[in-house]
Antibody
Framework: QVQLVESGGGVVQPGRSLRLSCAASGFSFSNHALHWVRQAPGKGLEWVAVISYDGTNKNYRDSLKDRFTISRDNSRNTLYLQMDSLRAEDTALYYC????????????????WGQGTLVTVSS | DIVMTQSPDSLAVSLGERATINCNSRQSVLYSVNNKNYLAWYQQKPGQSPKLLIYWASRRESGVPDRFSGSGTGTDFTLTISSLQAEDVAVYYCQQYYSTPPTFGGGTKVEIK
């Protein structure tokens, strides 16, 4: 079955960087686009970024595109999110999510979610 | 961005009764070429990650009980739980995947009365 295991979260000071990872198994990783979605404590869901199946196309939430970078390593079945210049408002649980297709455009529902990794930005 | 608005914010329903959640998109998510509504519903139980319930506005994901149903087209959609069970206590989100960025409604919390 599909497994998505996020890691890399923790407590970080404002202005610092963090890299999240998502180790995937149970499906053909290199055929699927992947997303990051975040959820601030007690709040709703907010889409962060997407990467196409081969890593050539990426899209970001407008407010994050200058600070966050999504990438993937299909040889390691791993998705990444590099987060720079972190702010208090980036505090959230970050989910790795799969979709049934390979494009970085919307067009697919989010069919599998990891358990998330918590990022806390605080001094 | 397509704004998604859910109502109500919360509702309390007796066990075995019907629960109805509404979702409105500020612009249509119906793609005329294939006549599909790019609208999904997710369930998030306390302490868990979201789970896909419904996609294409009305198609149940594999393994989802048939008491869950989705309806609507264009800009107005509904998730119905026909007979609420204790395990259905959760927050429910609608989402459009018609255009990038994909956007979610604010969520509806369903509780037992």
């Amino acid at each position: 079955q599909v497994q998505l295991v996020e890691s890399g979260g923790g407590v970080v000071q404002p202005g610092r960087s963090l890299r999240l990872s998502c180790a995937a198994s149970g499906f053909s990783f290199s055929n699927h686009a992947l997303h990051w979605v975040r959820q601030a404590p007690g709040k709703g869901l907010e889409w962060v970024a997407v990467i196409s199946y081969d890593g050539t196309n990426k899209n970001y939430r407008d407010s994050l595109k200058d600070r966050f970078t999504i990438s993937r390593d299909n040889s390691r079945n791993t998705l990444y999110l590099q987060m720079d210049s972190l702010r208090a408002e980036d505090t959230a649980l970050y989910y790795c999510v799969t979709v049934p297709g390979g494009s970085s455009e919307s067009y697919y529902p989010f069919d599998h979610w990891g358990q998330g990794t918590l990022v806390t930005v605080s001094s | 961005d397509i704004v998604m608005t859910q109502s109500p914010d919360s509702l309390a329903v007796s066990l075995g009764e019907r629960a109805t959640i509404n979702c409105n998109s500020r612009q249509s998510v119906l793609y005329s070429v294939n006549n599909k509504n790019y609208l999904a519903w997710y369930q998030q139980k306390p302490g868990q990650s979201p789970k896909l319930l419904i996609y294409w506005a009305s198609r149940r994901e594999s393994g989802v009980p048939d008491r869950f149903s989705g309806s609507g087209t264009g800009t107005d959609f509904t998730l119905t739980i026909s007979s609420l069970q204790a395990e259905d206590v959760a927050v429910y989100y609608c989402q459009q995947y018609y255009s990038t960025p994909p956007t979610f409604g604010g969520g509806t919390k369903v509780e037992i009365k």
